[in-house]
């Protein structure tokens, strides 16, 4: 009874139910969800599209798109002012035609930068640094083209505001203190190209303040879709719950009651299936109303000795081992632990006479469970075969418990010699 209601708890009896009601979930939020089809390879049947509401991850970048599309539209905005700028002081010019050539040059590299921060996956160091590197470039022919005598009376460079692209770009994909570190060098490059003076130094002090303003902007979106995202992935739990929760009530938890009501004046092992009934439709009602079961207090506030859950495990067929002092987890984690143990005590149960060993390592950072018995043993290929099948008590119970704590699970086993399961989770379950 047991196993039957772990696995209706899990993806079995989800593609079993009716179809879902998801309509809800597309209609508020429709960029973030999807359903997920049945996996098994069976014929169709009513349960065809039945699955489970999923958040899609955002699109990469989602938030900082209208930063990066802003920046190519300021980059050919500040080129025109500077094409103005050479146009109205050409005649000052040592080189006016290296003039038209650099500018020619600083259009091309506008376009190049327009189409390659476009794809999020572009927004990388290459780039970018060779996105400074152009900027740098254009500092350096500076004094040549314009002259050192023009530059002293005043002219400006020949990249001007154009040379806070790179600035913005840096600020944009790391934050202030990358944009920061930007400003500083195209800064101290403006500042060699013009000579000290109080115009190259306002020059240096504005490049600073957008590198940053901008970083810290670019930074506070990106939080903001991070919240976003676990927002609408809450969201959709909350509701998958209540969907779950619904559909398990008209079925399963009205058979384990009507089990229990029936069996409870048997004895023998109907009584004892009874029992089991009851119990596991008390614990699949806290699960679907998202309580949580009793656990031993720990010493700190939020944490459950983890010795205590599993030594309520022994038994006259399962022998316990743990450490004489307590290994507090954190409550959820060592619920899960506990959880998963208890689901490989039922996988020996029903394959290797339920005599079995658990043993409780505290290893500073991490706590190691181990489920030892000597049955029959694991046939290679088995535990596949079994997932290919449908049956994923090993898989969905104990592997994908300790998987979603941080933590390891590594099945060591050969026919006739029996089995062991050892789970590794972090401290902190990850």
């Known amino acids: 009874m047991g196993t039957t209601v772990r696995a209706v708890g899990g993806s ?16 508020t939020f429709p960029p973030y969800v999807r359903v997920l089809r049945r996996a098994t390879g069976g014929p169709p049947g009513d349960g065809e599209n039945c699955g489970i509401v ?39 010019f040592a080189h006016p035609l290296a003039a038209g050539a650099v500018l020619l040059a600083m259009l091309a590299w506008s376009v190049a930068t327009a189409v390659g921060y476009a794809r999020p996956a572009n927004r990388g160091w290459p780039l970018l640094l060779a996105d400074l590197a152009v900027a740098l470039a254009v500092l350096a022919v500076t004094p040549w083209v314009v002259g050192r005598a023009a530059l002293a009376t005043g002219t400006p460079t020949l990249a001007v505001v154009w040379e806070g692209g790179p600035v913005l770009a840096w600020a944009i994909s790391g934050g202030r203190r990358r944009g920061a570190a930007a400003a500083l060098l195209l800064g101290v490059a403006d500042l060699a190209a013009r000579g000290f003076g ?9 490049l600073l303040l957008a590198g940053v303003i901008v970083g810290h902007v670019a930074r506070l979106a990106v939080t903001a879709e991070e919240r976003l995202q676990r927002a609408v992935e809450l969201e959709a739990a909350t509701r998958e719950r209540e969907r779950l929760a619904r559909g398990i009530h008209d079925s399963v938890l009205q058979v384990l009651a009507l089990v229990q009501r029936r069996g409870a004046h048997l004895d023998g092992e109907a009584g004892e299936l009874a029992r089991l009934a009851g119990e596991q439709e008390a614990a699949l009602r806290a699960l679907i109303a998202g309580a949580a079961p009793a656990s031993a207090p720990g010493p700190q506030a939020g944490t459950a000795d983890l010795c205590a859950l599993i030594g309520g495990y022994a038994s006259a067929t399962v022998s316990v081992s743990v450490p004489a002092t307590p290994v507090p987890l954190p409550a959820p984690v060592a619920r899960e632990v506990a959880a998963a143990t208890a689901a490989a005590l039922d996988n020996v149960e029903r394959h290797a006479d339920g005599r079995a060993w658990v043993l409780v390592e505290d290893e500073g950072a991490m706590v190691t469970v181990s489920v030892r018995d000597a049955g029959p043993g694991i046939e290679e290929g088995r535990l596949v075969e079994a997932a290919r099948q449908g049956r994923l008590g090993l898989a969905q119970s104990v592997r994908g418990r300790i998987t979603d704590l941080g ?10 010699e029996g089995t062991e399961i050892e789970m590794v989770v972090p401290r902190k379950g990850g």
């Open 12 to 27: 079995a009896f989800v593609m079993a139910l009716s179809r879902p009601r998801v309509s809800e979930f597309f209609a």
């Open 54 to 92: 999923s958040p899609m991850p955002t699109p990469p970048g989602g938030f900082e798109d209208p930063l990066w599309r802003s920046l190519a539209v300021f980059r050919f905005a500040s080129l025109a002012y500077v094409c103005v700028l050479v146009v109205r002081d050409a005649d000052r």
């Open 407 to 416: 933590g390891t699970v590594r099945i060591v086993s050969a026919p006739g």
């Open 198 to 206: 109080t115009s190259s130094i306002t020059g240096l002090i504005l």
